[in-house]
Structures are given as C-alpha cells and as structure tokens.
C-alpha cells in the first residue's frame, strides 16, 4: 500500500490531461497522413483541390457522405475536446469558454489535417470532416467538463479512497466491466425483431454442438484454449479480491467459481443483443473450467496478491500465443508476406476505415 501511494503521483502527473492531449494530438496527425504519400508542389495541391469536397455534406457530385466516415471523423476527436477540457476543469475555467476553445481548437488541428491532405494522392480534403471533427471537438469538450465538474469532483476523492482501501476490489470490478464491454463489441446492438430471431438462429445452447439452425462450426483449439486461460486469469483477480476481504477455503474458490460463471452467462447473454455475434454454451463450459482452474492456483495456500504475479503472466502468455498462432500450421510464406499494414500500426485502417475500429481496440484493452 505504501509503494501504492509513492506512484500515484508520479502516475498522474505522467497521466496528466495537458500530456496525454498533447500525444492524441499526434495521434491523429499520425491517423490522418497516413499512408505520408505527402507530395510538395503546384500541381499536388491544385489537383487535391479539384478532388475537395468544398461543401459540408455533400460530395463534389451531388452524393451524401458515409455515415460511418461521418461517425469516425466525430470519435476522433471526442477524445481530444474531452482532454482538454479536463485540462481546464483542473483550471477553473468557465464551461462557454472551454467548449468555444474545444471547438476553436478542434477546427485548427482539423485545418491543419485537411491541409496536408491536399499534398497526397490518396487522402482527400473534406469539408464535411472539417464540421465533423469540430462536432467531436465540442462533443468531448462537454463529456469533459461533465466529467471533470461532476464526476471527478464528486466521485474522485471516493474512488482514490477505495483504490487505497480496497485496490484489489476495485480491479475485480474493472475486469467484469471490461468482460462486459468486450461482449458487447463491435457495438452494433440491435432490439430488431428479425435480428434477434437470427441471433437465437445461431445460439448454440449445448457446448461443442450444432447451433439451433445450421451446421456446427469447425473446432477452434487455439481459440478456447486462450478462452479457458483468460478465464483462469479472472478467476484469478476474483479469488483475489474476496480473500483480501477475508473469504477462505472452499466458500472462498466456490464463490470466485459462481462469480465467473455468472460473468460468462451475462457476456453470452448480451450477444444475442449484438448483430454478428453468436452466443455460444461452449464459452460458458470453459470459463467454468478455467475458473475452477483460476481459483484452484489462486486459493491454494496463503498467496499474496505479488506472488500471483508469475503465474497470472505465464497463463497471459499462453492465452495470447494460443489465440495468436491458430491454426497452427506453421510455414515460411517468403519476405513478400510482410506487407506495410502489418509494419505500420493502424495503417490497415486506413485501407478500411470505419467505426469498427472501436471493436479492435477494445479487445486490445
């Protein structure tokens, strides 16, 4: 608990709303000018004009805009108003003029963006990403202040109070949200009548079997074996939490069991909710046996929380490289194999660029 409160200062001065803004900033200079096929020149810029989309939602031949461009351009910049109002909340600044300075800000980085993008072959100035980006700006900016004026005046002193308390409690409870928030991904929730009959279509009510309608899908080793070993490392954190609450002994793995089973039938239970997810009875088999598995390393003896930290790593470990190398049929495919994409982080992005990302990034959290 001691090296707990050392490192929190240092934490959030690194954290600190002003730095992180300042790398979102890059980010999306970075996220913006890829593939940097930038060409200074007369000719470069006088054809990226004629390409422009001059008027706000409408494209140079009369058509409507994507409206998943349209999202992504308003999620990029979400991030940066709600920074930087957080940024002036640790101020006192005046809700007007941090979002008139959210907006301000927004549109000068966007300009910038939109600018150097009349320099490339392949990225094309947009006007209707320049309101956009603007929207987002302002979106976060208020997301922030509600934040930083609610939220963390109200809850902040509560939540470092119970970091301190009960950190392992807390960290519990940020997994189960982060198994939930997976679940749910890409966050395409659907309450569609016809949607949901498909959805029961592809439930698969007995684990390893076939669905309701349809043939039972190939068998995906790598992929549950990283499913029983991620599931071992919750158990893990729960087994955790409730011994530092006093909980021993069979009470102690039977309870961190239930916990996991409950976790996994709720995650399931939403993807009927979820266009392109299947819920299947196989995750609720494994994360039983990878929760009995979790709470037989954790409970077993008189373990602290540090010495579970060799054991959760190598679990992670194998979890990883047992979803990562499927199927696990292994062959050199040449130097032609590594194309830029796999080099160059988000770039396949860029290739097909669309809300989904969200998806990507959430498994990756």
């Not at 939490?241 to 939403?270: D, I, M, Q």
């Amino acid at each position: 608990m001691i090296a707990f409160r050392e490192e929190t200062p240092l934490l959030r001065r690194a954290l600190a709303p002003s730095r992180v803004g300042s790398l979102r900033s890059l980010f999306v200079l970075y996220g913006t000018t890829i593939p940097f096929d930038l060409v200074p020149g007369g000719e470069t810029v006088a054809e990226g004009w004629s390409k422009a989309h001059k008027t706000p939602r409408i494209g140079p031949g009369g058509e409507r805009p994507s409206l998943t461009d349209a999202v992504t351009n308003v999620l990029l910049f979400i991030p940066w108003g709600f920074l930087l109002a957080l940024h002036r909340t640790d101020r006192r600044g005046r809700p007007g003029a941090t979002l008139l300075l959210c907006g301000a800000t927004a549109l000068a980085l966007s300009l910038s963006v939109e600018t150097l993008q009349l320099f490339s072959s392949t990225r094309t100035t947009s006007a209707t990403d320049l309101v956009n980006n603007v929207a987002g700006g302002v979106l976060g900016g208020l997301a922030g202040w509600i934040v930083g004026r609610c939220v963390r005046t109200e809850m902040g002193p509560r939540l470092r109070r119970g970091l301190e308390r009960e950190p392992l409690t807390v960290l519990a409870l940020a997994v189960a949200i982060g198994v939930l928030l997976w679940s749910v991904s890409p966050f395409d929730l659907t309450l569609d009548v016809d949607d949901l009959k498909s959805s029961i279509k592809t439930l698969r009510p007995v684990p390893f079997g076939p669905p309701l309608r349809g043939e039972t899908p190939p068998l995906r080793p790598g992929k549950q074996v990283a499913t029983l070993l991620a599931w071992a490392m919750i158990c893990g954190v729960i087994v955790s939490a409730l011994r530092a609450k006093g909980w021993r002994g069979a009470r102690l793995a039977a309870a961190s069991v239930g916990a996991v089973l409950l976790l996994a039938v709720a995650s399931e239970g939403v993807q009927l909710l979820v266009r392109g997810r299947a819920t299947d009875a196989t995750t609720i088999l494994l994360a039983f046996v990878g929760g009995t598995l979790g709470a037989g390393i954790a409970a077993s003896g008189e373990r602290s929380p540090r010495s579970l930290v060799a054991p959760a790593l190598a679990i992670w470990t194998g979890a990883i490289l047992a979803a990562g190398l499927e199927p696990w049929h292994f062959r050199w495919l040449g130097w032609e194999a590594f194309r830029e994409h796999h080099l160059l982080p988000f770039l396949h992005y860029f290739e097909r660029t669309n809300v989904y990302a969200l998806a990507d990034a959430s498994l990756q959290v």
